[in-house]
């Protein structure tokens, strides 16, 4: 049974001026609730009140009307705090402090043991790809460098509410998808995951569930597969060279459907791109004094969770992918396809599941790279 991390009911916040006067009203009746696991999204223009929900979550504000539970519980309980990593939208470090001082302090403030904290923080600072950095005061690292620092110092409590406040906002191509993988992998392993971000890319790759604000109201929300899903539209991805077969498709499927069907290649994302010429950067051993890559999750993130991390993701990382080489076709119109072909789905059965085990292990080897 799923188990209900965050409730918000009928909250409001109005910021007062110094005579009691209402100055902007940054939440209005907003209701929502958040499961264990689940990615949600808090999306928003600027001053719609993302930020001030997110601080009425951690009970850093109070909500002028309407309530907050987190874990069952007021925010304020000192136990709920525990539970929770927080990512603000500025990172604020001191500044002549170096990552391995900065993570020290946060982590003995939850006072986490003098021996574990050594590793956690080593574990964090590889994992943010500033193992290189770890001697230099913060105030001289770049956004991003900083970005990453405020990202461990969220975790270091390895905690079971995470809420990330623009948590790609200064980072790079490669470090917002490290971030992805590893909000994903967290989600996997139970955790739940709040976060607000402007870049509607990253969200939609990683979010299961999203709340839209306009002025403090909530103007959409729901199931992101359902909201973005239109269900009148279909697209077919398959590999061929062979020019006569398309010419056949697309006049059959325009003596169908009429004229109005596009017959494109599919383009692998900037993103893809990006990574492959900086991955191809690395294997020529250029150096950087930036941010280096490990590609590493922190061991303790993932600690007594290696056979239920095994058994959870192995079978929803393998539809991942299956989904991630052919995104377009989607699931009913692949389905149609099957119901009226089925002895094209006997033919090719075998071969699937040839594919799928081949799939397996590769996702296997990079699983257990990953651990
Ligand atoms: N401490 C404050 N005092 C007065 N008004 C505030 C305060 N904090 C936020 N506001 C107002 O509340 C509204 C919502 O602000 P909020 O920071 O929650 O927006 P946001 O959705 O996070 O925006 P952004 O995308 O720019 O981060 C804005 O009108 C803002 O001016
Ligand atoms: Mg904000």
Same mark, same amino acid.
């Given at each position: ?305 290696? #056979? $239920?991390? /095994?058994?959870?993701? %192995?079978? =929803?990382?393998?539809? *991942?992918?299956?989904? !991630?080489?052919?995104? +377009?076709? @989607?699931? #009913? $119109?692949? /389905?149609?396809?099957? %119901?009226? =072909?089925?002895?094209? *789905?006997?033919?090719? !059965?075998?071969?699937? +599941?040839? @594919? ?16």
């Amino acid at each position: 049974m799923s188990e209900t991390v965050v409730e918000v009911s009928n909250l409001n916040k109005v910021f007062k001026d110094f005579w009691g006067r209402p100055k902007a009203k940054a939440v209005n009746g907003l209701n929502f609730e958040i499961q264990k696991g689940q990615v949600f999204g808090l999306l928003g223009p600027n001053g719609s009140g993302k930020s001030t929900t997110i601080k009425m979550l951690l009970g850093l504000l109070f909500p002028s009307v309407g309530q907050v539970k987190i874990f069952g519980e007021k925010p304020t309980n000192l136990d709920v705090k525990k539970r929770i990593g927080y990512l603000p939208e500025e990172t604020t470090l001191y500044r002549y402090l170096n990552p391995e001082e900065i993570l020290d302090f946060y982590a003995s403030l939850f006072k986490i043991p003098k021996a574990d904290r050594k590793k956690r923080v080593d574990q964090l600072i590889e994992m943010v790809g500033l193992d290189h950095a770890r001697k230099r005061p913060v105030g001289e690292f770049s956004k991003g460098m900083a970005r990453r620092i405020g990202l461990a110092q969220a975790l270091i409590n390895d905690p079971d509410l995470i809420i990330l406040d623009e948590p790609t906002s200064g980072l790079d191509p490669v470090g917002c998808r490290e971030v992805k993988d590893l909000i994903r992998l967290l989600a996997k392993r139970g955790k739940t995951v709040i976060l607000s971000s402007h870049l509607l890319a990253d969200v939609e790759d990683i979010v299961d569930n999203v709340v839209v604000m306009y002025g403090g109201h909530v103007r959409s929300s729901g199931r992101l597969e359902s909201l973005l899903q239109e269900d009148d539209k279909h697209t077919l991805t398959f590999e061929t060279k062979d020019e006569e077969l398309l010419a056949k498709i697309s006049k059959f499927v325009s003596e169908e459907l009429g004229d109005d069907v596009g017959l494109k290649h599919p383009k692998r994302s900037l993103e893809d791109m990006f990574l492959q010429v900086i991955s191809e950067a690395k294997s020529d051993s250029i150096t950087t004094s930036g941010a280096d890559y490990s590609g590493k999750v922190a061991a303790y993130l993932q600690e007594e969770s290696d #056979d $239920v991390l /095994e058994k959870l993701t %192995q079978v =929803e990382v393998i539809e *991942e992918k299956v989904e !991630e080489k052919a995104p +377009e076709i @989607k699931e #009913d $119109v692949f /389905e149609e396809v099957m %119901q009226e =072909e089925p002895q094209v *789905e006997e033919e090719t !059965e075998a071969v699937s +599941e040839a @594919k799928q085990e081949e799939q397996k292990e590769e996702i296997n080897d990079k699983l257990s790279n990953l651990l």
